[in-house]
């Protein structure tokens, strides 16, 4: 998983509270993104962006706010995390559509 | 809307044996990326091979081999000579270009176990 960082690895949060995901390339890539897997299923997209000041939503936006300040970071904020938010999410950097690369995934449990 | 559809939800092949994992897929998109994903009991994601749309020749990366028929729009996988390091879920994923990014599509995965 060559340059993608997320932080933390794990997490537990009470319904209600607030946290950000965070997540760093160094390969100066243009396109980041989020996913979340669910049990079952295959990632889907949460967020993603072009660039610096430009993001879009993906399938599955609600409950999730981004940010995107700079190329390198991507950070994925989580404003009142709910039970349903129990995932493992996921950072992508790439250039254009043929180099994609994940980070290690956070596992985020809401209780 | 792109889809990507695995219809295999589990595999079992022997040791040294290859095995194919199938992948369909549906846009209106021409210019499409199809990529294979491995994640591992640990779950990484961990990138194995990509076929652009307009790529004439089958990408090969190694065991890895991607049997791309557009005309069928499948994109299967094929392991040759598998490893019982090779045991682990499989996705097919379909990448859009937009404006705003590139976007992915995941299918179901496939769960493949390597045996003795």
């Known amino acids: 998983n060559a340059g993608v960082t997320q932080t933390p690895k794990f997490q537990v949060l009470k319904t209600g509270q607030s946290m950000t995901l965070q997540c760093a390339q160094d390969?100066?890539?243009?396109?980041m993104s989020w996913y979340r897997q669910d049990p079952g299923m295959g990632l889907r997209l949460i967020h993603y962006?072009?660039?610096?000041?430009?993001?879009d939503q993906g399938e599955v936006p609600n409950g999730y706010n981004v940010s995107r300040s700079t190329t390198e970071d991507f950070p994925l904020r989580l404003l009142s995390a709910a039970p349903s938010q129990t995932s493992v999410y996921f950072c992508?950097?790439?250039?254009?559509?043929?180099?994609?690369?994940f980070g290690e995934g956070s596992w985020l449990t809401v209780v | 809307a792109q889809k990507i559809t695995q219809t295999q939800p589990g595999m079992f092949v022997q040791e040294k044996e290859a095995v194919t994992l199938d992948c369909t897929y549906d846009?209106?998109?021409?210019?499409?990326?199809l990529f294979w994903y491995k994640q591992p009991s640990s779950g990484e994601m961990i990138f194995l091979i990509y076929?652009?749309?307009?790529?004439?020749q089958n990408a090969t990366e190694g065991r890895y081999s991607l049997n791309f028929q557009k005309a069928r729009k499948s994109a299967n996988l094929v392991i040759s000579a598998s490893q019982l390091g090779d045991s682990a879920m499989y996705f097919c994923a379909m990448c859009i270009l937009t404006g705003g990014g590139n976007k992915l599509t995941f299918g179901t995965g496939t769960q493949l176990k390597v045996e003795l």
């Open positions: 076929q652009g749309s307009y790529d004439e």
């Open positions: 390969m100066n890539h243009e396109y």
């Open positions: 992508a950097s790439g250039w254009a559509m043929d180099t994609i690369y």
């Open positions: 846009t209106s998109d021409q210019s499409y990326g």
């Open positions: 962006s072009v660039g610096a000041g430009i993001t």
